[in-house]
Structures are given as C-alpha cells and as structure tokens.
T-cell receptor, first 112, second 116 residues
Framework: DAMVIQNPRYQVTQFGKPVTLSCSQTLNHNVMYWYQQKSSQAPKLLFHYYDKDFNNEADTPDNFQSRRPNTSFCFLDIRSPGLGDAAMYLC???????????FGDGTRLSIL | DQQVKQNSPSLSVQEGRISILNCDYTNSMFDYFLWYKKYPAEGPTFLISISSIKDKNEDGRFTVFLNKSAKHLSLHIVPSQPGDSAVYFCAASARSYGGSQGNLIFGKGTKLSVKP
C-alpha cells in the first residue's frame, strides 16, 4: 500500500499559469519535504515542514510556495511556472528530521 | 558546488558478479550516509545506511563501506541480480548537528544495469 501518495503523476501546465502539486501520507510523519529533480541531476531540497514550521532552503526561488493544512497533506504551489521549472517533483516524509525519508513516486511537471 | 558526488553515471555488471557503486563527499560534518534505490516511474526507496561511527554495515546482499579519512563510501551488491537494475543515489547528512543540518544532500545517482 502506498504510504506517500503524490497527485497527479503527470502534470502539464502553460508557461506562467499557476499549478499545484499535492502530496498525502498515511505514515503520520511529522516532517514533509519537497524536492525538485531535473534529468540526470540530484534531487534538490526546496523546503520542508517540521510539524507546522515551514523551512525554506536559501536558494529556493520565490516562485515556489508550500502549504501544509494538516499532518497528512502538503502542497507545492508554483505561482508562475517557467520553462526551467519542468522537472520531477518528489515529496518525502520522515519521523523527525534526522530519520530515514520515505518518498512518493513523484509528479513529472511539463511546461508548454 | 556538489557536496556529494557520484562520478560514475552508469555501471554494467554481469548477473552473479559484484556491483560496486562509489560515492565521495566533501563536507566533513556529514555523519550519516544512506543509499536509495530508484526504479523508473517510482520514487526512491531506502536501501541501507551507515553512521560515521562505523566503517561497514551489511544487510543481506548489500554492504556499505565508509572510509572517513578519504571521505568515500561504497555500496557492494553481491551477487548482483537483474532485479537490482536501477538508479542508486548516495545521500548524506550532518545528523548530529541537528536542525536543517540533518537534511539529506543527494548525489546525482548511478544507473546500474545487471545483465543476465
């Protein structure tokens, strides 16, 4: 049974049109992460929530926002997607920051 | 600048032989290292980890070796099986420093192909 679920698996949006990716988990983990992974690159952490506390990485563009309305759900909002934002977006969870992370299967975002 | 480097983008091995995947790191604060395995169209799944207080950790066919002085770790798979064909990511964190230092830093991955 999938424990970290990302929807949709594939998302196509137009240049500049806001898009939201979603992640849900059944593990009741208190930490949720969003990573961006471009082709043949390392997954790059965008931000994470430790409970309700939002932690943004210093080099994450302002164009990327996140919401965590409850323990189970976390959203990634891209306000004005550019062509360079086409990538795989991975959600992960962990029990505590220093614990092993569990990943969803990702959402592949394409920009037209 | 990459803090975790996997210098081999790909590796091809015959079934039954040993696969050795390598990873180098630059940050001396890293004290916890993990390997993740990723099949196409799936998310990474945890494979094995090692703390900096150890130099070896073994789990079935998978063994991770850590050489702190060289800032190098390797994953050995013996014997290799076709089902091991996947992308393997090395990751590191400065877990004992707490806070965001515990975040994982990933390498770019090595694609392993095990041929029957």
């Amino acid at each position: 049974d999938a424990m970290v679920i990302q929807n949709p698996r594939y998302q196509v949006t137009q240049f500049g049109k806001p898009v939201t990716l979603s992640c849900s988990q059944t593990l009741n983990h208190n930490v949720m992460y969003w990573y961006q992974q471009k082709s043949s690159q390392a997954p790059k952490l965008l931000f994470h929530y430790y409970d309700k506390d939002f932690n943004n990485e210093a080099d994450t563009p302002d164009n990327f926002q996140s919401r965590r309305p409850n323990t189970s759900f976390c959203f990634l909002d891209i306000r004005s997607p550019g062509l360079g934002d086409a990538a795989m977006y991975l959600c992960a969870t962990s029990r505590g920051r220093q614990a092993q992370q569990h990943f969803g299967d990702g959402t592949r975002l394409s920009i037209l | 600048d990459q803090q975790v480097k996997q210098n081999s983008p790909s590796l091809s091995v015959q079934e039954g032989r040993i696969s050795i995947l390598n990873c180098d790191y630059t940050n001396s604060m890293f004290d916890y290292f993990l390997w993740y395995k990723k099949y196409p169209a799936e998310g990474p799944t945890f494979l094995i980890s090692i703390s900096s207080i150890k130099d070896k950790n073994e789990d079935g066919r998978f063994t991770v070796f850590l050489n702190k002085s060289a800032k190098h770790l390797s994953l050995h798979i013996v014997p290799s099986q076709p089902g091991d064909s996947a992308v393997y990511f090395c990751a590191a964190s400065a877990r004992s420093y707490g806070g965001s230092q515990g975040n994982l830093i990933f390498g770019k991955g090595t694609k392993l192909s095990v041929k029957p």
